[in-house]
């Protein structure tokens, strides 16, 4: 059986900048000697809601690996400009910390992502990747492999990927999951490295996604309060909620109102598992 890590270019490896999306790259590293292809590229597209330490976790990545991970975010959706101007690219010092991105989209959108229309994983990350690629010479998706972090105990995700009639031209690769490999792996692989993601199990990429579950949300915000006021000012503005049901400050009176609930690692997950059809 071929290693399912040695991935033929030309290829796109979607960096999360979670642990699973890390291992896997860390393996495709692994997998070519220490080297990946001068075609096949790493990006991470930066919404600007990242945690600090999953920025910190992409930056330790290329370093202890030696990887050049293109660090993208969302400047306009316009298809009348060129697609190298859809985006910037940035690096761990310049990278947007306060949601400019982010902020940036729902400008152009004048709405916020809810639960029937969640653009944010679609436009700021999908289509950043596929903007970087087109920039660069790779063509449109399905002229290149893209490499995605879902492991083996996430195949239902998979499936709704391949299954999704949007998705069709794409070529997707899946190495975690050919490899069989789950979640426990995953932290049994992390506890063997000099560095690790730096979050408690149970926090995803973004500091408040609205798409998991409400205690999910609860717990996060019992622990991270601050984080919210950035999703809270914009459901201000806007007089909309983010996600399904509940406000942002709604799940920080529930926060204060319970006792403290423990993190759910099922919600650990990359951003954009949790949506439909689109994964980055």
């Known amino acids: 059986m071929s290693n399912p890590f040695l991935i033929k270019g030309p290829a796109l490896v979607s960096f999360s900048s979670g642990r699973s999306s890390a291992m896997m790259l860390g393996k495709m590293v692994e997998a070519h000697g220490g080297r990946l292809p001068d075609d096949v590229f790493v990006a991470f597209a930066n919404t600007g809601r990242e945690l600090e330490p999953s920025l910190r976790f992409a930056h330790d990545c290329a370093t202890h690996w030696g990887v050049h991970i293109h660090w993208l975010e969302f400047v306009t959706n316009l298809q009348s400009v060129p697609a190298s101007e859809r985006f910037v690219e940035v690096g761990y010092n310049s990278a947007s910390r306060n949601g400019e991105p982010f902020d940036r989209l729902i400008a152009r959108k004048q709405a916020l992502p809810t639960g029937l229309h ?44 391949r299954e999704d009639a949007r998705n069709e ?13 789950v979640k ?61 049901e509940h406000s942002v400050v709604e799940v920080l009176g529930f926060a204060a109102a319970s006792p403290t609930l423990p993190l759910n690692d099922d919600h650990d997950a990359e951003c954009g598992t949790w949506c439909p059809s689109m994964v980055a």
Do not use: M
């Open 118 to 161: 969640r653009w944010c994983t679609e436009f700021l990350k999908v289509k950043v990747l596929f903007d970087f690629a087109e920039s660069i010479g790779l063509g449109k998706p399905g002229d290149f492999t893209e490499v995605i972090g879902l492991r083996a105990d996430e195949k239902p995700r998979i499936v709704r990927l």
């Open 184 to 244: 426990g792996n995953v932290f049994s692989y992390w506890k063997l490295q000099p560095f690790d993601l730096q979050l408690e199990r149970g926090f995803g990429n973004c500091d408040e996604c609205p798409f998991i579950g409400l205690k999910a949300r609860i717990a996060r915000a019992q622990r991270r309060p601050a984080n919210c006021e950035w999703w809270a000012q914009h459901e201000l503005a806007r007089g909309h909620i983010f996600g399904k």
């Open 169 to 181: 031209a794409r070529t997707l690769a899946f190495p975690l999951s050919t490899a069989g490999i």
